[in-house]
């Protein structure tokens, strides 16, 4: 009896992971028309100082599948990447953002999301750079997020490929801190500009002292190393309060703003209220 409850369980089991890799497969086949066939979208997400003057917005892609709805970037980011699907993907998202903060009357910085696969294959540089000249953006204004990854893969070429980047004007940020597995040896190895806290750390603020301990560390060492210090998913007043109280530059979080369609947040990037769809609504109550 244990035998055929064993088998039963292995035929589940096995139907199972043939539902899974054909959905897999479904999602793949979408996703390679989803660029051309416009489901693709940017949202986003606010970023403030100290005083809580938004100061940047970081771009976040969304794919609004036809039949599926929204589907979140962590399940189609990893098939886009194994794909190569990136390629394309982050192309469009790099174009698009900086199009968008081209178009902006403040003069605030653009963060986009770079995959370690966008920095193995092609060339990130000279993409960025026919970008930045396409779209007129000024180089300071746009931010490139990395994470460690990138570095883990092949050091001397990432970090090459850094350096041609940082040349032509742009920033570079460190996504995710503390998340990854190499050591901390390469903080000073490579200059980033600036670092940012993973939302993990943040959502640990006050639950133990341990974690009130990595976070003051964190900050630390991004302030003696004379980085930028952001810090991600900021959602209550007692996680922002004490991340300045612990000196981190910026914050970014639901607390501060969701990530929305830019039409949302006219107002931060300077666009006349007529453009705004807030505003308008505003007025009309
Ligand atoms: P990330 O770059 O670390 O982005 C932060 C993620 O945290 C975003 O999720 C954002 O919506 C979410 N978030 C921000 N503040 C809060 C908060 O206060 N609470 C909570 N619960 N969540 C918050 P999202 O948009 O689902 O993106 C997830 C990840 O997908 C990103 O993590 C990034 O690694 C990747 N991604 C998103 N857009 C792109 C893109 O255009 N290109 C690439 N290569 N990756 C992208
Ligand atoms: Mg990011
Ligand atoms: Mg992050
Ligand atoms: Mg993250």
Redesign the pocket.
């Known amino acids: 009896r244990a035998r055929s409850d064993g088998h039963g369980v292995f035929r589940t089991f096995e139907a199972d992971m043939d539902r899974k890799l054909r959905e897999k497969r479904a999602l793949e086949q979408d996703l390679r028309s989803a660029l051309a066939a416009g489901e693709m979208a940017?949202?986003y997400?606010p970023q403030a100082d100290a005083t809580g003057e938004i100061v940047g917005f970081?771009?976040?892609?969304?794919w609004s599948h036809r039949t599926r709805g929204a589907v979140?970037?962590?399940e189609f980011?990893p098939l886009?990447?194994e794909t190569g699907l990136?390629i394309p993907?982050?192309e469009w998202?790099l174009r698009e953002?900086c199009r968008e903060a081209a178009s902006w009357s403040k003069p605030i910085h653009i963060?986009?999301?770079?995959?370690p696969?966008?920095f193995r294959q092609g060339d990130l540089p000279n993409l960025v750079h026919s970008v930045l000249l396409e779209t007129g953006l000024a180089p300071g204004r746009l931010e490139l997020?990395i994470?460690e990854g990138v570095l883990f893969d092949d050091f001397s070429r990432a970090s090459a490929t850094l350096r041609r980047l940082k040349s032509l004007g742009v920033k570079i940020a460190l996504?995710?801190f503390g998340t990854g597995y190499s050591s901390l040896s390469y903080l000073q190895a490579f200059p980033f500009d600036k670092i940012?806290i993973?939302?993990s750390f943040?959502?640990m603020i006050r639950k133990n002292a341990q974690s009130s301990a990595i976070i003051s560390a964190m900050v630390g060492l991004g302030r003696g190393l004379s980085m930028n210090i952001i810090a991600?998913?900021?959602?209550t007043l007692e996680q922002m309060n004490f991340l300045r109280e612990h000196g981190c530059h910026a914050l970014?979080?639901?607390?501060?703003g969701?990530?929305q369609p830019i039409e949302h947040y006219a107002k931060e990037i300077g666009r006349a209220a007529a453009d705004s769809r807030v505003a308008g609504r505003l007025r009309r109550q």
């Open positions: 940017l949202h997400q970081e771009a976040l892609i969304r979140p970037p962590p980011i886009a990447e990136i993907i982050g998202v953002a963060a986009v999301n770079l995959s696969v966008q997020e994470t996504d995710d940012k993973d939302k943040v959502w991600e998913g900021v959602e970014q979080g639901y607390l501060i969701r990530p």
